[in-house]
Nanobody
Framework: QVKLVESGGGLVQAGGSLRLSCAASARAISSYVMGWFRQAPGKEREFVAADMSWRTSMTDYAESVKGRFTIFRDNAENTVYLQMNSLKPEDTAVYYC???????????????WGQGTQVTVSS
């Protein structure tokens, strides 16, 4: 069974950086869209970024993170990353990686999810 495991979350001051990792079981991501989502307390899960580079060079970002976050993958390592720079307190959330068969921003389109990693940005 495919498994995704996130890591790299933590506590950081506003303006700081974190790199999240999402490690997958063998060959679990090489032919799929990989996405990052986040969920803050009391809010719905929201799209953050998606990487479709197994097929094209396309990536997609939510407007709120565009220019600050970068999604990229290492297919040889079966790992997807989310580099987060210039972090803001409103980026505080549990971050999840997920896999989909086609590009989508809706969480319902992703069929495999990790357990999440907490990111807290202090002001």
């Amino acid at each position: 069974q495919v498994k995704l495991v996130e890591s790299g979350g933590g506590l950081v001051q506003a303006g700081g950086s974190l790199r999240l990792s999402c490690a997958a079981s063998a060959r679990a991501i090489s032919s799929y869209v990989m996405g990052w989502f986040r969920q803050a307390p009391g809010k719905e899960r929201e799209f953050v970024a998606a990487d479709m580079s197994w097929r094209t060079s396309m990536t997609d970002y939510a407007e709120s993170v565009k220019g600050r976050f970068t999604i990229f993958r290492d297919n040889a390592e079966n790992t997807v990353y989310l580099q987060m720079n210039s972090l803001k307190p409103e980026d505080t959330a549990v971050y999840y990686c997920a896999r989909a068969r086609a590009f989508a921003r809706e969480a319902v389109s992703y069929d495999v999810w990790g357990q999440g990693t907490q990111v807290t940005v202090s002001s």
